[in-house]
């Protein structure tokens, strides 16, 4: 059915509404977006005043033209074409003095600014608006926010104040979804989880909108669709594409409905909408219906290549792994990814690893349990693997250490990774998943004397009571301390000179560690090791 008229509702900051949605808004967002809200607030849309006792005001009506109705099971086609009133500001004498020099009509008239151009929505289906600026891509997506009373507009979502990005994103679903939802959504970094939205830059704030609108309207995406303008407009051209390709993904998986707008045709590759409608400066609208690929892999994915690296270029992404106070070890070589003449979007850092290892022991029959020469010998470990936070979530990970495993030179090459837990990225890449350590007893002796203490490992006084109390920073130094000598050496001498914050960050993240153990073995039919190309494959006989 039509809609003749949209009101746009804004509760009052701090009231724990504002920008919630009722089944007659058209935009807008908050806390509740999604959700059918209560009689008052539906009440308060019809009438034109906000609800009594929660203040507010009407801030906008408009009169879409587009005709749809709630897409349910199926597709839904839905017209495009759009009317807007066209009519001066406020009288002037500067406005009077271009209507005259120029011819300018002041009385308000009717003008088609999008042409009449008809689409399907439905499940799993994206259509691209596509246009240059002033074509009418933003009333297009007004008009079918107006047709679709619980449509999701992207950019009207909201973050309440100081809270941590992660609790407004997939809230009651599980931390490996969330986390997969947000990582898709170009939010790979583990520092970007846990900071308030107002502290993001652009892009970041517009990916965490991204993130929280998939996951408000993946609850019933059935409902209607997820809108976007101006997609991707604030990234740059390869985290563009990375957004893109993994939306693709999640629109399928999902089932969503979306319609994005966007300038040109540069992420439409990897976006690989169902649908492009092509908007000219005069109304005219082009339809164009495309098959889309599935499995199909990122744009500039041929444009890759593997090369050996050095420390110093880990030492260019330590800042963005999860562990930063960590050190790899004894390295033993380094591999980077980059774009064919371009700058390096991932590395990956293979080193000696420990003597000795529980689970190493198990995968091998004990084998190497009493003999250190051929542990040195037979045995490296994936000591680190950071790819570029903004082109995460596209297979670059899997990739590189596919591409770099039989490059090491050893006969096995084994991997502790605490995110092995939510991400299957070794396991895609060819390791084998022997299983997860439990947290060690050590570390649940040292939380107990801290407990009876009366100390909190999360609080925020945390480094300043390991500083004052003696006690306290002999609990977490023999921790840190424990780890140091069965990793890299010389654990007594680093923890003498660490400062309190950086021993509470260290013991953090010790007592809560539980890594998954992945385990490759190089195949036999491989006498001699790949050497490594600019494609990172290897050669033929």
Not at 38 to 49: L, P, Y
Not at 81 to 99: D, K
Not at 404 to 415: D, F
Request: charged letters at 25%.
């Amino acid at each position: 059915m039509g809609v003749k008229e949209a009101r746009v509702w804004r509760g009052s900051p701090g009231d724990g509404t504002a920008g919630s949605r009722c089944p007659r808004c058209v935009m807008t967002c908050g806390p509740r977006l999604g959700a059918v809200c209560d009689a008052r607030r539906a009440a308060a849309c019809v009438s034109g005043r906000p609800p009594a006792g929660l203040g507010g005001e009407i801030v906008a009506v408009e009169s879409p033209v587009a005709i749809a109705g709630t897409v349910r099971g199926g597709r839904r086609r839905v017209r495009l074409g759009r009317e807007v009133e066209s009519r001066f500001g406020r009288s002037s004498r500067r406005t009077g003095e271009v209507a005259t020099a120029f011819g300018l009509s002041v009385e308000p008239r009717r003008v088609r600014l999008v042409g009449d151009a008809a689409v399907e929505l439905g499940p799993g289906r994206i259509v691209a608006i596509v246009g240059p600026s002033g074509a009418g891509k933003s009333t297009a997506l007004a008009g079918l926010a107006g047709a679709f009373p619980l449509a999701c507009f992207v950019q009207q979502v909201r973050f309440p104040a100081e809270v941590a990005v992660i609790d407004r994103v997939a809230v009651g679903e599980s931390m490996c979804q969330t986390l997969a939802l947000m990582t898709s959504c170009g939010l790979g970094d583990a520092n970007l989880w846990v900071r308030p939205y107002d502290v993001l830059s652009e892009g970041e704030r517009f990916r965490a909108r991204l993130a929280r609108a998939i996951s408000l309207v993946g609850r019933d995406p059935s409902v209607a669709p997820l809108l976007c303008d101006e997609f991707c407009s604030s990234l740059d051209p390869l985290a563009a594409k990375a957004v893109s390709f993994n939306l693709r993904k999640l629109t399928s998986r999902k089932k969503l409905s979306l319609v994005v707008s966007c300038l040109d045709d540069a992420v439409l590759a990897d976006l690989q909408p169902d649908v492009v409608v092509r908007l000219g400066r005069c109304g005219a609208a082009e339809v164009e219906e495309r098959a889309v690929r599935s499995g199909r892999a990122i744009s500039f994915r041929r444009r890759l290549v593997v090369e050996r690296g050095t420390r110093r270029d880990y030492d260019g992404f330590a800042a963005m792994h999860y562990r930063t106070t960590d050190e790899p070890g004894f390295v033993s070589k380094v591999f980077v990814l980059r774009e064919r003449g371009g700058e390096v979007l991932g590395v990956v850092v293979y080193a000696h690893g420990p003597l000795g290892l529980a689970m190493r022991h198990e995968a091998t029959d004990r084998r190497y349990a009493t003999d250190p020469g051929a542990v040195n010998r037979d045995f490296r470990i994936l000591r680190r693997l950071v790819i570029r936070p903004d082109v995460r979530g596209c297979g670059l990970g899997h990739f590189l250490v596919r591409k770099t495993l039989p490059l090491v030179g050893t006969k096995y090459v084994e991997c502790l990774a605490a995110m092995g837990a939510y991400n299957p990225v070794f396991e895609r890449a060819g390791m084998r998943r022997i299983g997860q350590y439990e947290v060690s007893r050590r570390c649940h002796f040292a939380l107990a004397s801290l407990a009876e203490a009366g100390v909190d490992p999360n609080a925020r006084d945390f480094a300043q009571l390991i500083a004052r109390r003696r006690r306290v920073r002999a609990v977490v130094a023999g921790v840190v301390h424990r780890w140091y000598s069965a990793t890299t050496g010389g654990g007594e001498k680093r923890v003498a000179r660490q400062s309190p914050a950086l021993l509470a960050q260290l013991f953090r993240g010790l007592v809560a560690n539980r890594p998954v153990y992945y385990l490759w073995e190089r195949p036999r039919r491989w006498r001699k090791m790949p050497p490594v190309g600019t494609s990172g494959r290897r050669r033929r006989r």
